[in-house]
Protein backbone atom coordinates (compact mmCIF):
# COMPACT_ATOMS: atom_id res chain seq x y z
CA UNK A 1 0.00 0.00 0.00
CA UNK A 2 1.66 3.07 -1.24
CA UNK A 3 0.97 6.40 0.50
CA UNK A 4 0.31 9.68 -1.88
CA UNK A 5 0.16 12.14 0.42
CA UNK A 6 -0.55 15.72 -1.14
CA UNK A 7 1.38 18.62 0.47
CA UNK A 8 -0.05 21.22 2.06
CA UNK A 9 -0.59 24.58 0.12
CA UNK A 10 1.98 26.48 0.47
CA UNK A 11 4.54 24.21 1.76
CA UNK A 12 7.95 24.14 1.03
CA UNK A 13 6.98 21.42 -2.01
CA UNK A 14 10.09 21.79 -4.28
CA UNK A 15 8.27 23.38 -6.96
CA UNK A 16 8.96 27.13 -7.70
CA UNK A 17 7.03 29.69 -9.03
CA UNK A 18 7.73 31.31 -12.27
CA UNK A 19 8.09 34.63 -10.69
CA UNK A 20 8.90 35.11 -6.86
CA UNK A 21 7.90 38.62 -4.99
CA UNK A 22 10.83 39.68 -3.22
CA UNK A 23 10.53 39.52 0.51
CA UNK A 24 10.68 42.50 3.32
CA UNK A 25 9.38 45.94 2.08
CA UNK A 26 7.69 43.82 -1.23
CA UNK A 27 5.11 42.46 0.94
CA UNK A 28 4.31 45.47 2.88
CA UNK A 29 4.08 47.77 -0.60
CA UNK A 30 1.40 44.75 -1.85
CA UNK A 31 -0.09 44.51 1.14
CA UNK A 32 -1.02 48.32 0.78
CA UNK A 33 -1.86 47.63 -2.83
CA UNK A 34 -4.70 44.52 -1.97
CA UNK A 35 -6.22 47.28 0.37
CA UNK A 36 -6.04 50.10 -2.27
CA UNK A 37 -8.04 47.58 -4.60
CA UNK A 38 -10.71 47.18 -1.75
CA UNK A 39 -11.18 50.40 -0.85
CA UNK A 40 -10.83 52.32 -4.39
CA UNK A 41 -13.25 49.57 -5.57
CA UNK A 42 -16.30 51.06 -3.07
CA UNK A 43 -15.59 54.67 -3.52
CA UNK A 44 -15.76 53.63 -7.44
CA UNK A 45 -19.04 52.44 -6.96
CA UNK A 46 -20.28 55.56 -5.74
CA UNK A 47 -18.52 57.42 -8.03
CA UNK A 48 -19.95 56.04 -10.68
CA UNK A 49 -23.38 55.65 -9.85
CA UNK A 50 -23.65 59.06 -9.09
CA UNK A 51 -22.48 59.97 -12.17
CA UNK A 52 -25.00 57.23 -13.93
CA UNK A 53 -27.59 58.82 -11.89
CA UNK A 54 -26.92 62.60 -12.71
CA UNK A 55 -26.34 62.51 -16.15
CA UNK A 56 -29.28 59.59 -17.23
CA UNK A 57 -31.75 60.12 -14.56
CA UNK A 58 -31.88 64.00 -13.41
CA UNK A 59 -32.99 66.10 -15.66
CA UNK A 60 -34.33 65.20 -19.78
CA UNK A 61 -32.03 62.30 -19.25
CA UNK A 62 -30.20 60.75 -21.80
CA UNK A 63 -31.23 63.11 -24.27
CA UNK A 64 -29.99 66.67 -22.55
CA UNK A 65 -26.41 64.95 -22.46
CA UNK A 66 -24.56 67.30 -25.14
CA UNK A 67 -21.74 69.85 -25.15
CA UNK A 68 -23.72 72.91 -23.19
CA UNK A 69 -24.49 69.85 -20.48
CA UNK A 70 -20.58 68.73 -20.38
CA UNK A 71 -19.82 72.48 -20.08
CA UNK A 72 -22.07 73.61 -17.46
CA UNK A 73 -21.57 70.15 -15.40
CA UNK A 74 -17.79 71.30 -15.25
CA UNK A 75 -18.45 75.10 -14.53
CA UNK A 76 -18.77 74.03 -11.45
CA UNK A 77 -15.89 72.71 -8.96
CA UNK A 78 -17.92 70.11 -7.57
CA UNK A 79 -18.09 68.34 -10.47
CA UNK A 80 -14.45 68.57 -11.45
CA UNK A 81 -13.22 66.97 -8.33
CA UNK A 82 -15.91 64.50 -8.41
CA UNK A 83 -15.00 63.30 -11.93
CA UNK A 84 -11.13 64.19 -11.76
CA UNK A 85 -11.59 61.56 -8.47
CA UNK A 86 -13.36 58.94 -10.67
CA UNK A 87 -10.48 59.44 -13.30
CA UNK A 88 -7.36 59.02 -11.11
CA UNK A 89 -8.80 56.36 -9.32
CA UNK A 90 -10.32 54.42 -12.23
CA UNK A 91 -6.91 54.62 -13.82
CA UNK A 92 -4.97 53.61 -10.16
CA UNK A 93 -7.52 50.76 -9.92
CA UNK A 94 -7.15 49.66 -13.51
CA UNK A 95 -3.43 50.04 -13.45
CA UNK A 96 -3.09 48.32 -10.23
CA UNK A 97 -4.79 45.15 -11.50
CA UNK A 98 -2.61 45.20 -14.66
CA UNK A 99 0.06 45.52 -12.68
CA UNK A 100 -0.74 41.79 -10.82
CA UNK A 101 -1.80 40.48 -13.98
CA UNK A 102 1.49 41.26 -15.71
CA UNK A 103 3.70 40.10 -12.12
CA UNK A 104 1.12 36.79 -12.63
CA UNK A 105 2.10 35.82 -16.13
CA UNK A 106 4.75 37.18 -17.21
CA UNK A 107 7.85 34.91 -16.80
CA UNK A 108 10.63 36.23 -17.95
CA UNK A 109 11.92 39.58 -15.85
CA UNK A 110 12.66 41.44 -18.79
CA UNK A 111 9.28 41.38 -20.54
CA UNK A 112 7.62 42.18 -16.64
CA UNK A 113 9.73 45.56 -16.83
CA UNK A 114 9.11 46.16 -20.29
CA UNK A 115 5.11 45.84 -20.08
CA UNK A 116 5.33 47.62 -16.86
CA UNK A 117 6.99 50.41 -18.13
CA UNK A 118 4.55 50.67 -20.83
CA UNK A 119 1.39 50.64 -18.66
CA UNK A 120 2.96 53.11 -15.93
CA UNK A 121 3.80 55.59 -18.73
CA UNK A 122 0.38 54.94 -20.59
CA UNK A 123 -1.78 55.30 -17.50
CA UNK A 124 0.31 58.40 -15.95
CA UNK A 125 -0.11 60.37 -19.67
CA UNK A 126 -3.92 59.58 -19.51
CA UNK A 127 -4.23 60.88 -15.75
CA UNK A 128 -2.12 63.94 -16.66
CA UNK A 129 -4.47 64.76 -19.92
CA UNK A 130 -7.73 63.76 -18.20
CA UNK A 131 -6.38 65.98 -15.65
CA UNK A 132 -6.09 68.98 -18.04
CA UNK A 133 -8.77 68.74 -19.82
CA UNK A 134 -10.95 68.59 -16.45
CA UNK A 135 -9.46 71.99 -15.28
CA UNK A 136 -8.25 73.92 -18.62
CA UNK A 137 -11.95 73.07 -20.50
CA UNK A 138 -13.14 76.48 -21.74
CA UNK A 139 -16.74 76.00 -22.93
CA UNK A 140 -16.35 79.86 -24.23
CA UNK A 141 -13.79 80.05 -26.26
CA UNK A 142 -12.18 83.63 -27.31
CA UNK A 143 -13.23 84.31 -30.68
CA UNK A 144 -15.76 81.84 -31.30
CA UNK A 145 -19.32 83.23 -32.63
CA UNK A 146 -21.03 79.93 -33.78
CA UNK A 147 -22.46 76.83 -32.12
CA UNK A 148 -22.08 78.41 -28.40
CA UNK A 149 -23.84 76.96 -25.58
CA UNK A 150 -26.55 79.44 -24.02
CA UNK A 151 -24.98 80.65 -21.48
CA UNK A 152 -21.78 81.82 -23.45
CA UNK A 153 -22.27 85.88 -23.80
CA UNK A 154 -21.13 86.73 -26.83
CA UNK A 155 -18.95 90.39 -26.95
Not at 25 to 44: D, K, N, T
Not at 112 to 131: C, Q, Y
Request: glycine share 10%.
Amino acid sequence: MSSNIIDAPRSNSGVSPKYTRSKGSGSSFEMLAWLFMRLSGVVLIVLIFGHLFVNLMVGEGIHAIDFGFVAGKWSNPFWQMWDLAMLWLAMLHGTNGVRTIINDYAERSGTRMTLKTVLFVASAVIIVLGTLVIFTFDPCPAGAVTDLPSFCTVP
